[in-house]
């Protein structure tokens, strides 16, 4: 199975701050990879998919990029509202099963 | 305005069983491939199953193989998991999803299933 591995585990930062979540998959799995954020007490979020296309109404501030094994999402300028929790996820084609990362907790310094 | 509502959540001892609801509105239900995702307490979230549009197809996570069991009515517009061998482990807030293009883009509020005796 292919394990998919986020770092930091959690992460600080100041308001205006550049901000960058890393994503390691197992194996190589192309430009297969989503990430989430959820906020406390809330409901998950998708922000990105295949890699880096926004989803529709996620702030411009929000990127992704990779492909294969590493992936990385990035805040351009961080915000209070951007408090939460951020997922990787990887997804297949047939069959289709999914595996997310353990979690990025990020926290205003 | 496209929505999903889970219920059937609840406490069950170990071993017991459950069958989770979760409604959808808003879009047409029977054109997309449906999850279940759960999230235990103070936890991440694990992917649980996944069914095809017409139930033709089904995926579990290893660890609820033989156990549950993912189902849909399209005519009702609902999607079902039927959770029997209930475990600890299992206990968890479980939330079903809309998949679109293999991302999970409309999430449920969440039924909270506790396992213990």
């Known amino acids: 199975d292919i394990q998919m591995t986020q770092s930091p585990s959690s992460l600080s930062a100041s308001v205006g701050d550049r901000v960058t979540i890393t994503c390691r998959a197992s194996?190589?799995?192309?430009?297969?990879l989503a990430w989430y954020q959820q906020k406390p007490g809330k409901v998950p979020k998708l922000l990105i998919y295949a890699a880096s296309t926004l989803q529709s109404g996620v702030p411009s501030r929000f990127s992704g990029s990779g492909s294969g094994t590493d992936f990385t999402l990035t805040i351009s300028s961080l915000q209070p509202e951007d408090v939460a929790t951020y997922y990787c996820q990887k997804y297949n084609s047939a069959p289709y099963m999914y595996t997310f990362g353990q979690g990025t907790k990020l926290e205003i310094k | 305005e496209v929505q999903l509502v889970e219920s059937g959540g609840g406490l069950v001892q170990p071993g017991g069983s459950l069958r989770l609801s979760c409604a959808a509105s808003g879009f047409t239900f029977s054109s997309y491939w449906m999850s279940w995702v759960r999230q235990a307490p103070g936890k991440g979230l694990e992917w649980v199953a996944n069914i095809k549009q017409d139930g033709s197809e089904k995926y579990y996570v290893d660890s609820v193989k033989g156990r549950f069991t993912i189902s849909r009515d399209n005519a009702k517009n609902s999607l079902y998991l039927q959770m029997n061998s209930l475990r600890a482990e299992d206990t968890a807030v479980y939330y079903c999803?809309?998949?679109?293009?293999?991302?999970?883009?409309?999430w449920g509020q969440g039924t909270t299933v506790t396992v213990s005796s």
């Open positions: 999803a809309r998949v679109s293009s293999s991302r999970m883009d409309v």
């Open positions: 194996q190589g799995i192309s430009n297969y």
